[in-house]
C-alpha cells in the first residue's frame, strides 16, 4: 500500500511523512510519494526532503519518490496537505473566506488529476483548510465514501484529551466525539462520551460536573468572550493566557487552547500530523474502526427531525475503502441545534462554488 502527501514540504506535510516513517506505519516494501509544485521553492525543497528522510531513517524507511505534477500522483491513500497556510499570528484572525478562495484552485487540480488518471479506489484524506471545502471538491470528483477530512478527528482527539486531564486519567480511556465545522464552529457531542471504568450514573455524575450546568446554547457567546480574554490578557503575558485556558470546562479548552497556540505564533503541525497518521494507518491496516470526520452526506442521518445533507463533520466507520456508514445516534437537542446551524454556515462557505446542498443558498 502506498501514500502520497500533497504539499510534503509543507509544515504540516513534513511531519506526517516523518510520522508515517517513525512509526513505522508504511513498510519497506510500500512507496511515500513526496508531492511539489513544479518550479520554484517546493521542487527544490521536495528532493531536499526526500534525501533528509532517507538518510534519517534509512533502516526501516519505504521506498521514496518525488512527484511535482498532479497528474503523476500515484497511491492508494493520499494526503491533503497542500495549499496556503494561515500563518501564526498574535491578535490576528483567521479569514477563512480568502483561505478558500486561495485554496479552492489547489484542490480541483489534484481533485481532476484523480479523477483524470487515478485508479478509482483512492482514498483521500483532506488536511488542508477549509477542509470542507477540500472535502467538497474532492467528494464531487471521487465519490464522497473516498473523502474525509481530518479536522473533525483532530478536535475529537483535543476534547478527549481535555477530558481526560479534568479527571486525571489518559486519554485512552476517554470515548466521545466532534461533531461539525473543523476550528471555532465545531460541535462538542457530550452524549456521546464515554469514561472507561465509570457505570451509566457515575458517568453522568462526572459529565455534570465537568459541564458545570452550561449546555452549547451559550457555546459561541463563550467562545468569543473567551478569545477577547486571551488577546488582552496574551498581550502582556502570554503564559498567564494559557494558565486561564487551564480554568475553563473542557470542551471550551478544545478550542480555545489550538487557538491560543496559534496567536502565540507557534503552530498545530505535530498535533495535527498525528491524527492524519491515525487515519491512514487505519486505511493501510484494513481495520474498520469509528472516527469522527467531515464527509460529504447525503440524508444517511437524521437530527432534531432534519436528515442531514451537505459536508458535514460526524462520526463515521471508516475502512481501507473509505467510510461506510455514520454511527450518531439522535443527539441531545442543545447538540442537534448547534449542528444544524453549523450546517447552514458550512453551505455559506461552500456557496461561491455551487458545493453547497441544493436550494440552500437560497
Known amino acids: 500500500m502506498d501514500v502520497a ?9 513534513r511531519q506526517v511523512c516523518t510520522q508515517l516513517i517513525e512509526r513505522r506505519v508504511l513498510p519497506t516494501s510500500s512507496r511515500l510519494q513526496l508531492v511539489g509544485r513544479p518550479g520554484g521553492a517546493s521542487a527544490r525543497a521536495t528532493y531536499g526532503l526526500r534525501a533528509d528522510l532517507m538518510d534519517a531513517y534509512d533502516e526501516h524507511a519505504p521506498l521514496i519518490d518525488v512527484a511535482l505534477d498532479p497528474d503523476d500522483v500515484v497511491a492508494d491513500v493520499i494526503v491533503v496537505a497542500a495549499g496556503r497556510t494561515t500563518p501564526p499570528t498574535a491578535g490576528g484572525s483567521t479569514d477563512r473566506s480568502q483561505l478558500a478562495a486561495d485554496n479552492h484552485a489547489v484542490f480541483e487540480s489534484y481533485a481532476r488529476a484523480l479523477a483524470a488518471h487515478g485508479s478509482g479506489h483512492e482514498v483521500v484524506v483532506v488536511v488542508s483548510n477549509p477542509v470542507e471545502l477540500g472535502v467538497a471538491v474532492m467528494a464531487r470528483a471521487l465519490g464522497r465514501h473516498r473523502v474525509i477530512g481530518m479536522g473533525a478527528w483532530l478536535d475529537t482527539l483535543r476534547f478527549r484529551r481535555e477530558i481526560a486531564v479534568s479527571l486525571g486519567l489518559r486519554r485512552h480511556r476517554i470515548g466521545g466525539f466532534v461533531a461539525g465545522q473543523h476550528g471555532m464552529d465545531l460541535v462538542p457531542l457530550w452524549s456521546t462520551v464515554r469514561i472507561s471504568g465509570l457505570d451509566v450514573d457515575e458517568r453522568r455524575r462526572a459529565i455534570d460536573g465537568l459541564r458545570r450546568g452550561r449546555t ?40 480555545a487552547r489550538p487557538w491560543m497556540t496559534h496567536q502565540s505564533s507557534s503552530k498545530t503541525a505535530a498535533g495535527t500530523a498525528n491524527a492524519t497518521v491515525e487515519l491512514v494507518d487505519t486505511l493501510l491496516d484494513g481495520r474498520e474502526i469509528v472516527v469522527a470526520g467531515q464527509v460529504a452526506l447525503a440524508g444517511e442521518v437524521s437530527v432534531g427531525g432534519h436528515r442531514l445533507d451537505g459536508v458535514l463533520g460526524v462520526p463515521v466507520v471508516l475502512g481501507p475503502e473509505g467510510w461506510t456508514r455514520v454511527l450518531l445516534d439522535e443527539p441531545a437537542p442543545d ?28
Not at 451559550?218 to 498581550?235: N, Y
Open 216 to 255: 452549547l446554547a451559550t457555546f459561541g457567546a463563550e467562545l468569543a468572550d473567551a478569545q477577547g480574554r486571551l488577546l488582552a490578557i496574551a498581550a502582556q503575558d502570554m503564559g498567564a493566557a494559557f494558565d486561564l485556558i487551564d480554568t475553563w470546562p473542557p470542551d471550551l479548552r478544545a478550542v
Open 335 to 362: 447538540e442537534a441545534e448547534l449542528l444544524l446551524q453549523c450546517r447552514d454556515r458550512i453551505d455559506a462557505t461552500l456557496a461561491p462554488w455551487d458545493l453547497g446542498r441544493p436550494g440552500a443558498a437560497a
Open 5 to 13: 502527501v500533497l504539499g510534503a514540504t509543507g509544515d504540516i506535510g
